[in-house]
T-cell receptor, first 110, second 117 residues
Framework: SQQGEEDPQALSIQEGENATMNCSYK?????LQWYRQNSGRGLVHLIL?????REKHSGRLRVTLDTSKKSSSLLITASRAADTASYFC??????????FGEGTQLTVNP | GAVVSQHPSRVICKSGTSVKIECRSL??????MFWYRQFPKQSLMLMAT?????????EQGVEKDKFLINHASLTLSTLTVTSAHPEDSSFYIC?????????????FGPGTRLTVL
């Protein structure tokens, strides 16, 4: 079973607004990664945050990690219609395996 | 970033036939590749870890005789769905790690949509 849970499952916002997605996990991790998937396509790596980091930025993306709460958030600022996609968090422990969350479907309305 | 390709992108087959899906790392050598399955509107479920030159490691509940994995070279892994049935219809995605870019990030192929009639 999936160990990651994401909320919300679906998020619909207007262009220009910020989008925040949350991810929770259950076991200890080495790092947490966020991926984006357009409908019917493969995954694109967005950002990786290590277990000893608390916040990371990449362009319009901001990721936070709270290992005490076993949770992470992904913030997309100034959203665009092209940001419409599914977003998944994935955790990596001591093995090469990634465990994916359930995903958030983001719709950005023009 | 590193590029991973999959072939075919889409396949439709009759129940009982076998289907082979290829996963290639185009600009790097991948000692480890991963195979995932994704049902509509659901997350990715890891099926198996493919190791070059050795047997694949399957996740619990995944039948190794039904989903045959071969990783014969450092740039190619294949997944064969044997005696496919309609319940095997799904989106199959592979990924690989590029040693040259550290082992944390996985690069994903574009996926293969399998429909079994």
């Amino acid at each position: 079973s999936q160990q990651g849970e994401e909320d919300p499952q679906a998020l619909s916002i207007q262009e220009g607004e910020n989008a925040t997605m949350n991810c929770s996990y259950k076991t200890s991790i080495n790092n947490l990664q966020w991926y984006r998937q357009n409908s019917g396509r493969g995954l694109v790596h967005l950002i990786l945050i290590r277990s000893n980091e608390r916040e990371k930025h990449s362009g319009r993306l901001r990721v936070t990690l709270d290992t005490s709460k076993k949770s992470s958030s992904l913030l997309i600022t100034a959203s665009r219609a092209a940001d419409t996609a599914s977003y998944f968090c994935a955790t990596k422990g001591g093995t090469p395996r990634l465990t994916f969350g359930e995903g958030t479907q983001l719709t950005v309305n023009p | 970033g590193a590029v991973v390709s999959q072939h075919p992108s889409r396949v439709i087959c009759k129940s009982g036939t076998s289907v082979k899906i290829e996963c290639r790392s185009l600009d790097f050598q991948a000692t480890t590749m991963f195979w995932y399955r994704q049902f509509p509107k659901q997350s990715l479920m890891l099926m198996a870890t493919s190791n070059e030159g050795s047997k694949a490691t399957y996740e619990q509940g995944v039948e190794k005789d039904k989903f045959l994995i071969n990783h014969a070279s450092l740039t190619l892994s294949t997944l064969t769905v044997t005696s496919a049935h309609p319940e095997d219809s799904s989106f199959y995605i592979c990924s690989a790690r590029d040693p040259g870019q550290g082992f944390s990030e996985q690069f994903f192929g574009p996926g293969t949509r399998l429909t079994v009639l």
